[in-house]
């Protein structure tokens, strides 16, 4: 655990947060599409998780904890899930699960009911943010971030074309990626209810194979965001 809402010190006591499973993390930051089951987004929907991930260049000095902390904060006040002095704002933990990368969750559906709002200049922003994080800590800026590249018409609309196949496939409310992990999902939990001499190997298998899945959902994510631009 990197850097968390303000507002988890009043769900742990005596740094409780420091061993919730993942679990316990997921019903943490679930909690408030049950609190407020009529919050929607401008799209009516109730996909209320975001998540975005940074990963540093493979040339980059190691960055200590209280870095991966700044960069989290900093992040979390682009997005507008934490805006100084805002006391309802959103749900979100940052976590570091393997060397080099930070991931950041967060509830889209503030403590007060409402949804907090994602305008059309949020990826512009955050890249505008990442840009000065890497000069304020002396990291790498990726070399596309320098180069403009216009391809024509053709190659737009066949990146364009493969990209919308990708967001189908990726697609959290009925692609095929989202009905996979939720049968495995789903699976693990119906282990939990057998005895225990049937569940606890099979249920990790499980929850590792979701994690894969999760990440490859990640990748093509990318891949189509990367297309579509």
Known sequence: MVAYWPGLDYYTLNDEQKIWTSATWAEHLDDPNWQ?????????????IWHVDVRLHPDDRPLTGPEWSEIAHRLARTVGIATPGDEQGCRWIAVQARPG??????NLIRLDGGWQRQDAQLLRRLVA????????????????????????????????????????????????????????????????????????????????????????QQDLEHAAAGLAG
């Open 36 to 48: 407020y089951p009529f919050a929607a987004g401008e799209q009516d929907d109730r996909c209320a």
């Open 129 to 216: 943010e990442a840009r000065r994080i890497e000069a304020d800590l002396q990291l790498r800026a990726p070399e596309e971030a320098h180069v403009q590249h216009t391809p024509g018409p053709k190659a737009a609309s066949v990146a364009g074309q493969l990209a919308q196949v990708l967001f189908q496939i990726t697609d959290e409310r009925g692609g095929p990626l989202a009905t996979v992990c939720g049968l495995v999902e789903h699976a693990t939990q119906r282990l939990s209810d057998l005895p225990q001499s049937y569940g606890p190997e099979t249920g990790n298998r499980l929850e590792l194979a979701a994690a894969r899945l999760h990440s490859l």
């Open 101 to 106: 990368r930070l991931d950041m969750l967060a």
